[in-house]
Nanobody, 127 residues
Framework: QLQLVESGGGLVQPGGSLRLSCAASGFRFDHHAIGWFRQAPGLEREGVACISSNTGRMTYADSVKGRFTISRDNAKSMAYLEMNSLKPEDTGIYYC????????????????????WGQGTQVTVSS
């Protein structure tokens, strides 16, 4: 069955870096866009980044542009989110999700276009 499993979260100091991974199985990975989302306590889940099926297009939320980089390895059915210059406001549960379509929209990913989710990994940015 379709499965997405995130890993790589943890506690990091402000200014630090983390690399999240998403292992996918149960579907044709190279046919779908992959998105990363996050949810902070008490807030709605928000789209962070999207990468198209052929890696030709990446989009980011304004809050992470220049700090986060999304990538994927279709041969390994893996997606990644490299996070640098982390801030306390980046704290939250990070989820990867499979898109309905192969491409990303012009803006940060929207939940309605990503119907399948992993269980999430906690990222805490604190000194």
């Amino acid at each position: 069955q379709l499965q997405l499993v995130e890993s790589g979260g943890g506690l990091v100091q402000p200014g630090g870096s983390l690399r999240l991974s998403c292992a996918a199985s149960g579907f044709r990975f190279d046919h779908h866009a992959i998105g990363w989302f996050r949810q902070a306590p008490g807030l709605e889940r928000e789209g962070v980044a999207c990468i198209s099926s052929n890696t030709g297009r990446m989009t980011y939320a304004d809050s992470v542009k220049g700090r986060f980089t999304i990538s994927r390895d279709n041969a390994k059915s893996m997606a990644y989110l490299e996070m640098n210059s982390l801030k306390p406001e980046d704290t939250g549960i990070y989820y990867c999700a499979r898109g309905t379509y192969a491409t990303c929209s012009d803006d940060a990913p929207a939940m309605i276009e990503f119907p399948f989710w992993g269980q999430g990994t906690q990222v805490t940015v604190s000194s």
